[in-house]
């Protein structure tokens, strides 16, 4: 089993939509979580932490869920530039584990 | 957040030949870290680059083929050795800082 796995989509959103998408980690004794998003041809930037309360960000909201191992990232009113492969990373034992992302695509 | 300067952002190299990628940081951090992410996957960790010492390597990556050089704390080189077609990739470092970690701009690496 990978440690973090994420539907991989593309997740066509029209504008102004909501989408929400989850990831699942494998080791229950991971500490942080965090959305990464990344452009075409561009490095990984980090979009949010994911705390146990859950936390928002403007139209961004991240939750954790502990007791399933999953991690969710919702966002409201998608606007077009909002087009790029969110990344979920999971640290454990000093090292963070990718998912390969999910690709969301707005359409106007 | 630490600002860093990877370098060449891509290159076409030969068959056989080897690859030398720059990371320089605007800050000194303890540790820099080297990735490779193939087209549609995840990032991978190569190595753990620490100065002062040698580079740590996760299982699948050898020194031989991912030499690394750490000689101070805003510096770090991974080069590519012995090319062949499966290490076209990208390939990124990493730091950490209190603000959490920060890619370079990455290299994208294709091997003819």
């Known amino acids: 089993r990978k440690e973090v796995e994420q539907d991989p989509g593309p997740f066509n959103v029209p504008e102004g939509a909501t989408v929400a998408f989850n990831c699942t980690y494998s080791?229950?004794?991971?500490?942080?979580f965090f959305w990464y998003r990344q452009d075409c041809r561009k490095e990984p930037k980090l979009l949010m932490s994911?705390?146990?309360s859950g936390n928002e960000d403007g139209r961004f909201t991240a939750q954790l869920n502990r007791a399933s191992q999953y991690i969710s990232l919702l966002i409201r009113d998608s606007k077009l530039s909002d087009s790029a492969t969110y990344l979920c990373v999971v640290k454990g034992n000093n090292r963070l584990a990718f998912g390969k992302g999910n690709q969301v695509v707005v359409i106007p | 957040s630490a600002v860093i300067s990877q370098k060449p952002s891509r290159d076409i190299c030969q068959r056989g030949t080897s690859l030398t990628i720059q990371c320089q940081v605007d800050s000194q951090v303890t540790m820099m870290f080297w990735y490779r992410q193939q087209p549609g996957q995840s990032l991978t960790l190569i190595a753990t680059a620490n100065q002062g010492s040698e580079a740590t390597y996760e299982s699948g990556f050898v020194i031989d083929k991912f030499p690394i050089s750490r000689p101070n704390l805003t510096f770090s080189t991974l080069t590519v050795s012995n090319l062949s077609p499966e290490d076209s990739s990208i390939y990124l470092c990493?730091?950490?800082?209190?603000?959490?970690?920060?890619f370079g701009s990455g290299t994208r690496l294709t091997v003819v």
């Open positions: 994911v705390y146990s």
């Open positions: 990493s730091v950490v800082t209190d603000e959490g970690y920060t």
């Open positions: 080791n229950s004794a991971s500490q942080s």
